[in-house]
Nanobody, 125 residues
Framework: QVQLVESGGGLVQTGGSLRLSCAAS????????VGWFRQAPGKEREFVAA????????EYEDSVKGRFTISRDNAKNTVFLQMNSLKPEDTAVYFC??????????????????WGQGTQVTVSS
């Protein structure tokens, strides 16, 4: 299995930027598609972005397209989420997750068996 640790969260003003990191250890990292999800207080955990095993394909939730960029460095066992033009509605705990799925990029929580502990992102207005 794979262990995941997120970092890079914090407090930022509207319009600011943050870069989240998801560091992996354990099994061969390049076997796994990796996704970012977020959960705001009182809301369901929702899909934000995901990247295929090789890093050549990515997918995004509509509200973050053009603002967020997911990337990965398999040599460093790390996935990044660059978040620009942040809005108060982006405030949430952000989680990374991994799935050994090869044929497509998974979007739903149930498809990801491995999760990190989360990192808080707060965007002030």
């Amino acid at each position: 299995q794979v262990q995941l640790v997120e970092s890079g969260g914090g407090l930022v003003q509207t319009g600011g930027s943050l870069r989240l990191s998801c560091a992996a250890s354990g099994r061969t990292f390049s076997w796994y598609a990796v996704g970012w999800f977020r959960q705001a207080p009182g809301k369901e955990r929702e899909f934000v972005a995901a990247v295929a095993r090789s890093g050549d394909s990515t997918e995004y939730e509509d509200s973050v397209k053009g603002r967020f960029t997911i990337s990965r460095d398999n040599a460093k066992n790390t996935v990044f989420l660059q978040m620009n033009s942040l809005k108060p509605e982006d405030t949430a705990v952000y989680f990374c997750a991994a799935a050994a799925i090869f044929a497509y990029i998974p979007h739903t929580r149930n498809e990801y068996p491995y999760w990190g502990q989360g990192t808080q992102v707060t965007v002030s207005s």
